[in-house]
């Protein structure tokens, strides 16, 4: 971060969980508050972003919202701006960004919002002015958002390229032996990792489907994460018979050891920004089994990093895991291709240095516009 001048700058992220999506903005707070910016965070109390923001050091504006169109919430936080002002706005989620259309900025501030998701824009006229008219800048995490951006109507010269990114270190090969202990993995087990919502956009049926195919009871599945298909896709791993080769481990708050006990990991995905778990799964130096969709072919190589099969297609699912199961060496070397591309693209210090780019940017064309 080349510009020793430092920026005040203000996110707003009230979601309560703690996504992938916050792990992003935990991870830009703590770089940016490492190069000496003055930083505050709009967040829930309740939630779990604001106590580990807090411990970093960042100072926490409370906000609690109700739904997209709060205005209740969107006046405290014009209120607190006006009391406090900043040089940088950065809206991190949906419900963040709804809230620009109700907030008055001050001349020399700028608005930056993020978009993670790579399907359409939902809204119509009201989505495009949020995103061509309410900030003055859309952060998109992948070609693939930014293409279903701009298929939505917005403005492609506002939009700008910033990669999520990973802590290399939290993720690279940790102790396997230990981590399959604790899930009383034996050492022949042949494990894939999946990590992710448990929601259709993610395909966790696909894959059961796949594992369908796959007659050997060697070869088990682990699960990590929680959603509103929960209950169906226990019934459907039952129905297929593979209870015994599936497990649901719910919400991990540390998927460290998960990866460390994997030989891989699956992103079956219908949808995808980027792929955060594929890049997780990458810095660990595991081969990723992904579709491709979205943003995965940005993170993972076909045949360099891990394979591509197309979205849905559970026949090609299992062929491809089938594949990297019965070559060692095959998997090795795009685990490590995915360890060497993980560290070199998707860094956590890369992407603050491509946002902290744009803010840079936009404070300076504001600075000019008032010469």
């Not at 403005?155 to 899930?183: N, T, Y």
Request: aromatic letters at 2%; one cysteine or more.
């Amino acid at each position: 971060m080349s510009d020793p001048r430092p920026l005040a700058i203000l996110h707003v992220d009230p979601e309560r969980s703690l996504g992938g999506g916050e792990q992003q903005v935990l991870g830009l707070l703590a770089q940016l508050h490492a190069g000496g910016h003055h930083q505050t965070l709009a967040a829930d109390p309740r939630g779990a972003l604001a106590p580990r923001a807090a411990a970093l050091g960042i100072p926490i504006a409370p906000l609690a919202i109700r739904s997209h169109a709060d205005v209740c919430a969107a006046r405290r936080l014009a209120r607190w701006m006006a009391r406090n002002p900043c040089e940088i706005v950065h809206f991190h989620t949906a419900r963040a960004h709804a809230m620009s259309l109700f907030l008055r900025v001050r001349a020399e501030t700028a608005r930056v919002a993020t978009r993670r998701m790579d399907y359409p824009l939902r809204g119509g006229r009201y989505a495009r002015r949020l995103y061509n008219r309410e900030v003055d800048a859309v952060i998109a995490i992948s070609e693939g958002v930014r293409a279903a951006l701009v298929a939505s109507g917005i403005d492609a010269a506002r939009i700008h390229l910033v990669p999520s990114g990973v802590e290399a270190a939290r993720f690279a090969a940790g102790p396997r032996a230990a981590a399959r202990a604790r899930l009383a993995l034996g050492d022949r087990t042949w494990v894939l990792a999946v990590v992710g919502a448990l929601e259709e956009r993610k395909g966790h049926d696909v894959l059961l489907d796949a594992l369908a195919r796959d007659p050997d009871p060697g070869h088990v599945v682990l699960i990590a994460g929680d959603g509103t298909r929960a209950p169906a896709l226990r019934a459907r791993a039952a129905a297929l018979g593979l209870a015994d080769r599936v497990r649901f481990l719910g919400r991990v708050e540390d998927v460290a050891p998960l990866l460390a006990a994997a030989d891989a990991l699956v992103m079956p995905s219908r949808r995808e920004g980027l792929g955060v778990a594929a890049l997780e799964a990458m810095a660990a130096g595991l081969p990723v089994v992904a579709s491709r969709v979205g943003g995965l072919p940005e993170a993972v190589v076909d045949g360099e990093t891990g394979l591509l099969v197309p979205p849905g297609d559970a026949a090609a699912l299992a062929a491809a895991l089938a594949r990297l199961a019965a070559d060692p060496a095959l998997a090795g070397r795009l685990g490590a291709g995915g360890a060497a591309r993980a560290a070199a693209r998707f860094s956590m210090a890369a992407m603050a240095e491509g946002t902290l780019a744009v803010y840079r940017r936009l404070a300076a064309a504001r600075t000019k516009g008032r010469a």
